[in-house]
């Protein structure tokens, strides 16, 4: 990649002195490094690219006065730079002087500030554009801000660390910031366009931040965004983990408005949302479930995360296909520059990744791959029964570099469950399973300075497995599918607009739930859906003035539904009243879906901005379950069609951000007002397993959320963390549901309060702690009992008329590093972690099934014959949960 960049002064007196003073300044650059530049009447603009890319040196000159088209031939085998430089420029009457580490080309009697101050009255616009990649991987940063000094005029780099900024002619003083490294200021003269790529360098002074950002950071024109929030490997790394490996899902319980189901739950809450309305996306592709071990893990391992951005409900326009959140993993490229390994060793699991370069800064990989290690559990509370419960995972990644304007990335990822239980009846053995497949291939285009693409296919497959024997391969089996292929555009015209566009068409496939059987008898056979999706959307990004910036665009969705499928119709009491069986790639069911979304920054005062938004969102896939536990990873996943309509949801939102105390403590605000329209509930006594008419159980309705998120934020220091707060409610109104009157959704939990504080003491020893609490889930409890032939009978009232109780924890990980030296290159750290510290019973399952016998243990009542006193019990996950890990890393 070419890098060029200049320092030019604004008067001949300084230009002269410069020159003067370049034989001195010539030196401090190490012209003295050896390269190999082969060249047959190249232009000479083609030789300058390849002696900048080699030698790692930076051009500036005007294409005006330096002839750029100029054939040049030369053969320097393992020359110094300094050779070639001459060779090169000076036989073809081209001068070259060292200024501030450019190396700045002009023709004798060139004078730079008549040449500066005509391009300045001219009003010529020049681009810069390029890549922010670390210096020691390689790897691209995504979200850095790159913008001027003086005017603050900037964008940010993209999800594939690409950016581009369009200014006036003249000398600009650039910045590249971003959280955790060490700033670049660069002075360039915008004589032309430019392609600028610092590598920017990791800063052990603010590696120990909080990277947590909420977009209040400096400049306050990238502060467009409302409702997002973006992590970091670094940020993960610190939060407490319950097996001592941190957990991204998990992760996301610390940001104000999304609440977590509980111990034990990868599955979360966003503004009152569904779990099934939560997008999670790795590098693009879908992942229908996210656990592991029933949601004790996250499917993906935090070693492969490089960045991880999460929008609650206000969605930039080119994320479509849910109601409440959108997260969005990127996983690691793999090291450009040199060979690397690291692990995880623990008593739940282990991973080991390795990463190196392919061909040195021009492709990579990266492989890590995760393994449970709980069979010691198994044995320890099964001792007489042959049970196995595990897990592995795999992450796999290409990065191919192919030239300046075309970059290749493939990603490959597989987890698999399985727990299963011998017996020795006719039935040898038992068990469930459930794994995510998924594979992508994206291709990065840079058109020009100032457009960028990114096309991508991919595949994802989630399926889930109830063994009815596995001995004899017999199995009851769900399934959801996904194939797609889309390309988005980004336009970056100028540096108050920036537009995006782009197109997918995706097809689904989606099974609700067979049974296979190995003999020869016949199982009634659930109907199979056939989906395809076109999504359409534009989008633009608008500065007006130095106060006001948009965001707003248009997202079109077609859905249909095509054979072959037998479709059922049911009257009004949910009855069948006909079925039609639908022919091989027929469309019987189409939806079409506009979705308008804008939002809106404010800049009141310096450090002071309000942002409001408004956002439709539409979805057609729907994910059938109506169980409380927290552990399942069941999912009976059917789309729209004419039993079903679209779920939609409208939100607006208006929030508030500012720093405190000298910018150290960052705080923001929001409230939020949603409405959901076509809300799914159930029947009661719903059946969801192995039901060919499980669409006659759902019941449509409505829901309104809203509620107050607020957080205080310390990212800088020894001492960070935060405290974040949230109050939100959620109620529907269901046809046929609590006698059609309004109640509270399962998910309704109106307090949430989360503290995280971090600790570093800058030698070995780092600390922190995370305290949880959250309102009771709520749930339906009896209003009363009556006694019934010896059986002691509930009297239900309202629907979710009571609360679990309250819900708190405390986590701690302390982290002591074995190398003394931190700069080394073989880092290993052993980390504690104490996941619920005092050992709080939280309950998620209240019953009212049991009785107190003499011993005081709970039963099920076998004596009928006597009315007996009923018992409210309740199941918890787990008291305190220790673990230690060693973690190295090379």
């Given at each position: 990649?070419?890098?060029?960049?200049?320092?030019?002064?604004?008067?001949?007196?300084?230009?002269?002195?410069?020159?003067?003073?370049?034989?001195?300044?010539?030196?401090?650059?190490?012209?003295?490094?050896?390269?190999?530049?082969?060249?047959?009447?190249?232009?000479?603009?083609?030789?300058?690219?390849?002696?900048?890319?080699?030698?790692?040196?930076?051009?500036?000159?005007?294409?005006?006065?330096?002839?750029?088209?100029?054939?040049?031939?030369?053969?320097?085998?393992?020359?110094?730079?300094?050779?070639?430089?001459?060779?090169?420029?000076?036989?073809?009457?081209?001068?070259?002087?060292?200024?501030?580490?450019?190396?700045?080309?002009?023709?004798?009697?060139?004078?730079?500030?008549?040449?500066?101050?005509?391009?300045?009255?001219?009003?010529?616009?020049?681009?810069?554009?390029?890549?922010?990649?670390?210096?020691?991987?390689?790897?691209?940063?995504?979200?850095?801000?790159?913008?001027?000094?003086?005017?603050?005029?900037?964008?940010?780099?993209?999800?594939?660390?690409?950016?581009?900024?369009?200014?006036?002619?003249?000398?600009?003083?650039?910045?590249?910031?971003?959280?955790?490294?060490?700033?670049?200021?660069?002075?360039?003269?915008?004589?032309?366009?430019?392609?600028?790529?610092?590598?920017?360098?990791?800063?052990?002074?603010?590696?120990?931040?909080?990277?947590?950002?909420?977009?209040?950071?400096?400049?306050?024109?990238?502060?467009?965004?409302?409702?997002?929030?973006?992590?970091?490997?670094?940020?993960?790394?610190?939060?407490?983990?319950?097996?001592?490996?941190?957990?991204?899902?998990?992760?996301?319980?610390?940001?104000?408005?999304?609440?977590?189901?509980?111990?034990?739950?990868?599955?979360?809450?966003?503004?009152?949302?569904?779990?099934?309305?939560?997008?999670?996306?790795?590098?693009?592709?879908?992942?229908?479930?996210?656990?592991?071990?029933?949601?004790?893990?996250?499917?993906?391992?935090?070693?492969?995360?490089?960045?991880?951005?999460?929008?609650?409900?206000?969605?930039?326009?080119?994320?479509?296909?849910?109601?409440?959140?959108?997260?969005?993993?990127?996983?690691?490229?793999?090291?450009?520059?040199?060979?690397?390994?690291?692990?995880?060793?623990?008593?739940?699991?282990?991973?080991?990744?390795?990463?190196?370069?392919?061909?040195?800064?021009?492709?990579?990989?990266?492989?890590?791959?995760?393994?449970?290690?709980?069979?010691?559990?198994?044995?320890?509370?099964?001792?007489?029964?042959?049970?196995?419960?595990?897990?592995?995972?795999?992450?796999?990644?290409?990065?191919?570099?192919?030239?300046?304007?075309?970059?290749?990335?493939?990603t490959f990822y597989i987890g698999n469950d399985l727990l299963e239980r011998k017996t020795y009846s006719s039935i040898q053995t038992y068990g469930i399973g459930w794994n995510n497949v998924l594979g992508t291939l994206r291709w990065n285009h840079v058109f020009n300075k100032k457009l960028f693409s990114n096309t991508t296919f991919y595949v994802t497959r989630y399926q889930y497995l109830l063994y009815l024997s596995e001995d004899r391969k017999e199995y009851w089996n769900s399934s959801i599918s996904n194939i797609t292929l889309k390309t988005d555009f980004t336009w970056f015209l100028n540096p108050n607009n920036t537009f995006t566009a782009g197109m997918n068409i995706s097809a689904h496939a989606l099974d609700a739930g067979n049974i296979n059987l190995n003999d020869n008898s016949e199982a009634e056979e659930i109907p199979n859906y056939n989906c395809v999706e076109y999504s359409f959307y534009a989008g633009n990004r608008q500065n007006i003035g130095s106060k006001i910036t948009l965001r707003y665009g248009l997202r079109l969705s077609l859905w249909q539904d095509l054979g072959p499928t037998t479709v059922y119709y049911f009257d009004g009491n949910y009855n069948v009243i006909d079925t039609f069986d639908v022919e091989k790639n027929a469309v019987y069911s189409s939806f079409v879906s506009l979705e308008p979304r804008i939002n809106i920054t404010y800049q009141v005062a310096p450090n002071h901005s309000l942002k409001a938004g408004y956002s439709r969102t539409t979805q057609f896939l729907n994910e059938l379950n109506n169980s409380i536990s927290p552990f399942t990873s069941l999912a009976v996943w059917v789309p729209s069609g004419p039993n079903i309509k679209p779920r939609k949801a409208d939100q607006y939102s208006l929030g508030y951000f500012t720093s405190l105390i000298n910018k150290k403590i960052k705080f923001s605000a929001e409230t939020y007002y949603k409405h959901y329209y076509n809300y799914i509930d159930y029947a009661p006594h719903a059946n969801m397993l192995y039901n060919p008419l499980i669409e006659g159980e759902i019941r449509p309705g409505e829901a309104w959320s809203y509620g107050l998120e607020m957080m205080f934020h310390k990212p800088f220091g020894r001492l960070t963390g935060w405290i974040g707060y949230t109050y939100s409610r959620i109620f529907a109104k269901t046809p046929g549901v609590n006698n059609g009157s309004p109640y509270r959704a399962f998910q309704d939990r109106p307090h949430n309060l989360t503290i995280f504080i971090a600790y570093d003491t800058k030698k070995r020893w780092s600390f922190s702690a995370n305290w949880i609490l959250l309102s009771g889930a709520a749930i339906t409890t009896p209003v009363g009992f009556y006694d019934y032939n010896g059986y002691v009978v509930p009297i239900y009232g309202e629907k979710n008329n009571d609360r679990l109780p309250v819900y708190h924890r405390l986590d701690v990980s302390v982290n002591f590093r074995l190398n003394k030296d931190e700069a080394v290159r073989y880092k290993h750290n052993l980390i504690l972690n104490l996941y619920n510290v005092y050992g709080r019973n939280n309950p998620y399952f209240l019953s009212f099934n049991r009785i107190s016998d003499p011993e005081g243990d709970y039963v099920i009542p076998a004596d009928h014959l006597h009315t007996q006193e009923l018992v409210p019990t309740t199941l918890s996950v787990s008291e305190i949960i220790p673990s230690i890990n060693y973690q190295f890393k090379f």
């Open positions: 990649m070419s890098i060029a960049g200049h320092t030019y002064v604004k008067s001949i007196v300084l230009s002269i002195a410069v020159l003067l003073l370049s034989t001195v300044f010539i030196y401090s650059q190490d012209l003295s490094r050896k390269i190999t530049i082969e060249a047959d009447n190249a232009p000479l603009e083609d030789v300058i690219r390849e002696i900048e890319e080699k030698g790692g040196v930076y051009f500036s000159y005007s294409p005006q006065t330096i002839p750029i088209s100029l054939p040049v031939s030369i053969n320097a085998q393992d020359k110094s730079i300094k050779y070639i430089l001459k060779k090169v420029f000076r036989k073809n009457g081209i001068k070259y002087d060292l200024v501030e580490n450019h190396i700045v080309l002009r023709k004798p009697g060139f004078d730079p500030e008549q040449d500066y101050q005509a391009d300045l009255a001219s009003g010529k616009l020049f681009t810069i554009s390029g890549y922010l990649k670390d210096r020691a991987s390689g790897e691209v940063l995504i979200g850095a801000h790159v913008y001027e000094k003086e005017s603050y005029e900037g964008t940010a780099t993209n999800a594939y660390g690409f950016y581009s900024l369009t200014l006036p002619a003249g000398v600009h003083q650039m910045v590249f910031s971003f959280i955790g490294y060490e700033a670049v200021e660069m002075t360039v003269l915008l004589d032309r366009d430019k392609k600028l790529s610092p590598e920017m360098k990791e800063s052990l002074m603010t590696m120990k931040e909080v990277e947590i950002i909420g977009r209040t950071d400096k400049p306050l024109f990238l502060n467009e965004q409302i409702s997002e929030f973006r992590f970091s490997s670094k940020t993960l790394a610190k939060l407490p983990g319950i097996t001592g490996d941190k957990d991204i899902i998990k992760s996301l319980q610390v940001v104000p408005g999304i609440e977590s189901f509980g111990d034990g739950s990868s599955l979360f809450f966003v503004r009152g949302g569904g779990s099934d309305q939560n997008l999670i996306l790795v590098d693009e592709v879908p992942l229908y479930n996210a656990s592991h071990l029933f949601g004790f893990l996250s499917v993906i391992s935090p070693d492969a995360i490089s960045d991880m951005e999460v929008y609650k409900g206000d969605f930039p326009v080119k994320y479509g296909g849910r109601l409440s959140s959108v997260v969005d993993i990127k996983t690691k490229d793999g090291n450009m520059k040199r060979f690397g390994f690291g692990g995880n060793i623990g008593p739940y699991t282990s991973t080991l990744s390795v990463e190196g370069p392919i061909i040195r800064d021009k492709s990579s990989f990266y492989l890590g791959g995760r393994l449970s290690t709980l069979q010691w559990l198994s044995q320890l509370y099964y001792k007489d029964q042959e049970v196995k419960v595990g897990f592995y995972d795999l992450n796999a990644k290409l990065n191919f570099k192919l030239n300046d304007k075309n970059r290749l990335f493939g």
